[in-house]
Each structure stands twice: as C-alpha cells, then as structure tokens.
C-alpha cells in the first residue's frame, strides 16, 4: 500500500505552483494525498528562505512536526541554509526546488526506510506538461521561468534558482489553453524575474504577452514582479501588450529604496529617477492601474537622509501596494560580508514601523478613489466570512461581495461600497 502524502507550502506564487506540481505528480503515481499531517504516513515541507524571519517559522515547524512521520523538506531552505537543516532539524529526505515527477522516487524511498538527499545544481525547471493538483480551478499559476539575471547584494534565492531558464513561449501558450479548457479563468504569470523572461531563449516578456492574449477565450492574465531595469528596453512594447483587456492593469515593480546610494549598494542597477520613469510611462496609459512595490530598510549604508528620501518617494509616487521589509543579512549573500554602517536593529525596526505606517495610509487613500465605483469583477476565491467573496476588477482590485450563490469563476457587475487598505467592499448589481 502507497504512503500518504501532506503537502505544506511557503514562500512565492512560484513555490506554489512546484508545490501543485509535486501534488499532480504524487496524485498520477497513485500516492494519496491527505488533507492533514495526522492522517499522512510523509510529511513534505516545500520551504521558502528568501527572508529570515521566514527561515525561522520553517525550521521551527519542522522541528514540531509530528515524530512518528518521516520528512522531506523541498524548495530553496536546502539550496540556502542546509547546514542549518542539518544542525537543528529531523529529516528524512531533502530536494530542491521545482523538483517536478522525481518526487514520486523520492517518496517511496523515504518511506521504505531510506534517508535520500537530492540536490542539483540548477534548482529545477518549469515543466508545463506536468500535472497538477490546484485547491482552487479558476486561478491557474504558470511558472513561465526560474533563476534571473540579477546580481542583488541581499538576494539569497539566486543560490536556490539559479541563473535564468525560461519555457518557450509555444509551451506556455500550450499551458494556457490547456488550463482555460479545464476552467482556468486567471492565469499568474510567475518567477523570480518576469521582466527577464525569454532572453535566454530569444524572447522577451512582451512576445509572451503577445502570444498569450491570442489565446482564444474570455480570461484575465497576471504579470508577476519585474525589475525596473529590466522593462527599460522594452518599455514601449510592453506597454503596448498591456493594453489588451485580457491583461489585468497590474505591475509590481520593486524599487527597495528611494535612495540612490542604497541602490548602487544593493546592486540594484537602476536610478530613482530612472525608475519613476517607468512608473509614469505605465500611468499616463493606465491611470488607474494598481502599482506594487517592495521597499528594504535598515540595508547597510542607508542613513537616516536615505531612509527619509524612501519615505518621500513612497509618498511622491503613492504605490497601491507596498511590501516592507526589514533587512536580515542572508547566507551567502554580498550583504552578509558588509560590516561597515550596519544599521543597529531597533532603528530597523523603527524604519519598518514608520514606512509600513506611510503605506497603509497611502493604501486607504488610493482605494478610496474606487468608492462609487461600478464594474465588473471575476470571483476568484472563497471569502474568508461564510457567503462571502472575493473577485478582481481590471485593475486587479480585491473586491468582496456577499452572496448565498456560488459565484467561483463568475463574472458579476458590482459597485463599490467603502474601501479598506487591503481590499474594496462592493454589493452585486442584479440585472
């Protein structure tokens, strides 16, 4: 009798998508899945390291894992930190990311007694012709490439993903009309680097988009984060492609700092100013689109004028959406090896507070544009409140909306009611 399987996932829309695909895989193979670890024979982790307060809550989990379940830990933790896997957690498997049908090997192995460490050199492939195991059939994640081009100080995730590996453009058109015959409506676009998609193959971002809104059907399509210099050369075609209706007018476009001294630190290979330029080519077309950005504060080197020069783009350019985070030194990383100006971590602390603070109030202010607004919207998730539910406009706005139907998949016209920082509230515009 096969071993039964529970999957936990972290970390990344990309990491969910190996994780999907680890479940299709073990699904085809005729390895049950369970629904939760207590009814599992194998546990498998497939962890996310990019930050190290996330490190921390997966070493901690593994370490309370059940002791009579053997453990395979996956994704980029072994590539990052396996000598720390090694030193404080129980395991009897590891791999590395987008492991894809090798996991099946892997599984039984493990449980028929063998401890199995898998490594390679290159973190994987997305393979779009594997199968897939998604809780939710209306949002299909396509992992377009894995590894990119960047060279990032504080970057540990070059060290799991490697350099760029792109699918053809061909193969993920083929994923796509695949998916959406199968009831895929909105379709996320992810990797480490969406802005460098293709040039290793010849392509570019903009051929893909291209390709992909020929795609016949009514779906929606997700363009996961570029780096800013990396949209540069290709701006004007890229705009071009986004201004199809199939292509949700959404950009998340890290900046990391509003200094430009922090940049050239962090090896981030654009200016301030460089990057306001591609913010305002994207805005004078699309001037509702929703922006996202990432922000890191305490890097080493950003003085208080620095840190008070982030805060003044934030507010300049008023991001719908900002992730901040604070700086943690990673293994193997440039900034690990930087011991002069190291930020003392109280004063990180309080730059993170007084940033994120900034953004919510910015958040609440952007969305309160929408109030009043009326449209159409695709639900594509289950509200966190019974008979409630969440669907994206144009602008990939999460809108809630109260129903007894079952709306998944649906598309249904609404208006907008009041705003939050995080998501609009909206009642359904019966016809």
Sequence with gaps: MPPKVFLKNYGCSANTADTQTLAGCLKQAGIPLATTPQEADVLIFNTCAVKGPTENRVINDLKAAPKD????VAGCLPKISFERLVREVRFEGVVGPAFGRGIVDVVLRVAAGEKVVELGAKGGFPQLD???????????????????????AYCCVVQARG???SCGVSEVVARVARDYAAGAREFWFTSQDMG????????DLSELLFAVEAVPGDFFMRVGMMTPNMVSNMQNRLISAFKSKKIFKFAHLPVQSGD?????????????????GVVDAFRVQFPLMTLATDV????????????????????EVRFDV?????????????????????VDKEEIKRRSTVAAELAKRVSLERNRRWVGWTGEILIDEK????GSWVGRNFAYKPIAVKSRRKLLGKTVKVQVTDATETYLKATIQES
């Design 69 to 72: 379940k053997k453990i395979i």
């Design 130 to 152: 594997l199968p897939k195991a998604s809780s939710n059939p209306v949002v299909s994640i396509v992992p377009v490439s894995y590894g990119c081009l960047g060279s990032c």
């Design 163 to 165: 350099h760029l590996r």
């Design 196 to 203: 460098c998609y293709g040039r290793d193959v010849g392509s």
């Design 260 to 276: 430009n001294a922090v940049l050239q630190y962090m090896r981030r290979f654009y200016t301030v100013e460089e990057f306001k």
């Design 296 to 315: 890191i504060v305490g890097f080493p080197g950003e003085t208080e004028k620095a840190f008070q020069n982030t805060l003044a783009l934030l507010e």
């Design 322 to 342: 900002v992730n901040v985070s604070k700086f943690f030194a990673r293994p193997k990383t440039v900034a690990a090896k930087m011991h002069d100006d190291i």
């Design 383 to 386: 509200g966190k409140v019974a």
